[in-house]
């Protein structure tokens, strides 16, 4: 690939400082605090020890549903400080005994968001799933829509490469002769511009996009094969909620937004179907990958496979990778409880801010049913090794 040269730094830094403004890109570890009194507040992080009775369901828990992918975590974690210890005692463990492994190794702390005089411990809980497409090798009248594999000329930029404060921030850009330049949007990307990234043709855009949405999915091709497609990469720009874009314009009111209503509107709207599939201008490419075991989940940002109902996805600024958390919330659409332990397993463009999660409801029919409509509050513990420092800058 062509060295960009000065021109390259240049634009760097300007990024650089233009999202440490405006956040276009992943921001410090934790939100600084205000640096005057006429600045508004800035939300922070909080982690307020607590003890085990104070976790809202943690005795009604079965925490030993969890523990497979608690030890997926250790796959990923087991070499860093804080976590070494405590997977070496996972390691020589058992699911049975895993509600007494946590209460001895781990301390919850409560997640609670000040932002000025204001402290909140409840926070918004989505759901997501992975979805089952319909697709072919080669398109065709009925297979007519492209899923792609990331583009030769996207480029990703590692920050911290060239400035070690920036470590961790990325940007996504093109070259346009000497210059950087932010990468298409959805509504300007053209299949002119991706032709040979085709990984396979499937037979619904609605359904492509919320593919997208969910990070990864499988398909099944017209020979009775079936692939997974994985998250590869992303086009640098700002994930837009369509659901929102259509509240806004009256379609439908915030209470209404599902997935399930989206794909109703659209239906009765085809002539609008892009307009509404461009308001969201991330693109997201994927990898194909072999489903040796239908049974495990696709991974995550971890990289280690999902469980379902025990894995979220999370705010990585304010809940680190991997770290276990105790979740209390409702089922979608009800006031039933659903208070478990959770692992952070990964992350999600739409998923920011404090005590924010998504919550993997698995593969097939009902885990779509019930991610599409999942839209609860609860509040979260983080269970944090024993001695080991918190989280932080």
């Known amino acids: 690939m062509p060295t960009p040269g000065r021109a390259l730094v240049q634009w760097i830094v300007f990024i650089a400082v233009l999202v440490g403004l405006h956040g276009c890109v992943t921001p410090p570890s934790r939100p600084q605090p205000p640096k005057g009194p006429t600045e508004p507040a800035v939300p922070t992080v909080r982690y307020e020890p607590a003890q085990w009775s104070q976790l809202d369901g943690w005795q009604s828990d079965q925490p030993q549903e969890a523990w497979s992918a608690f030890l997926q975590t250790c796959k990923a974690r087991a070499a860093r400080p804080e976590w070494s210890a405590v997977c070496a005692g996972a390691s020589t463990g058992s699911s049975a005994g895993a509600r007494k492994f946590f209460e001895a190794n781990f301390t919850p702390y409560r997640i609670v968001k000040a932002e000025g005089s204001s402290i909140s411990d409840t926070g918004l809980v989505t759901g997501y799933y992975e979805p089952l497409l319909r697709g072919a090798r080669k398109p065709s009248s009925t297979f007519a829509v492209p899923l792609y594999a990331p583009p030769d ?9 060239l400035y070690p404060e920036l470590k961790g921030k990325r940007v996504r850009g093109r070259l346009e002769g000497k210059k950087v330049v932010p990468y298409y ?4 990307l ?3 511009m991706l032709k040979g990234k085709e990984l396979v043709w499937v037979d619904n855009a609605v359904d492509a996009f919320f593919l997208e949405v969910q990070g990864s999915g499988r398909v099944q091709l017209t020979d009775g094969t079936t692939i997974r497609l994985a998250y590869a990469d992303q086009n640098g720009q700002p994930y837009r909620s369509i659901g929102r ?3 806004d314009r009256g379609a439908m009111t915030l209470d209404q937004a ?3 209503t989206i794909r109703g509107w659209v239906a009765a709207h085809p002539e609008r179907k892009q307009e509404v599939l461009n308001a969201n201008p991330s693109v997201v490419f994927f990898r194909e990958e072999r489903l040796d075991d239908p049974t495990q989940g696709p991974k995550g940002a971890l990289g280690v496979p ?3 109902g025990r894995s979220i996805a999370v705010d990585p600024q304010f809940v ?7 979740l209390a919330t409702t089922y979608p659409n009800s006031d039933v ?16 801010g404090i005590n924010r999660a998504d919550l993997f409801w698995g593969f097939g029919v009902q885990a779509a049913e019930a991610a599409g409509r999942m839209k609860q509050q609860g509040k979260m513990w983080l269970l944090w090794p024993k001695g080991a420092p918190l989280p932080g800058p």
């Open 258 to 260: 599902s997935a399930q």
């Open 153 to 161: 000329d996207l480029l990703t930029i590692d920050l911290g490469d």
């Open 185 to 188: 949007t959805r509504g300007q």
């Open 337 to 352: 409880p659903l208070k478990r332990l959770m692992l952070a397993q990964d992350t999600g463009g739409a998923i920011r």
């Open 245 to 247: 874009y259509l509240v």
């Open 190 to 192: 053209k299949p002119t």
């Open 320 to 326: 680190p990778l991997g770290a276990p958390v105790f």
């Open 306 to 308: 999902l469980t379902a």
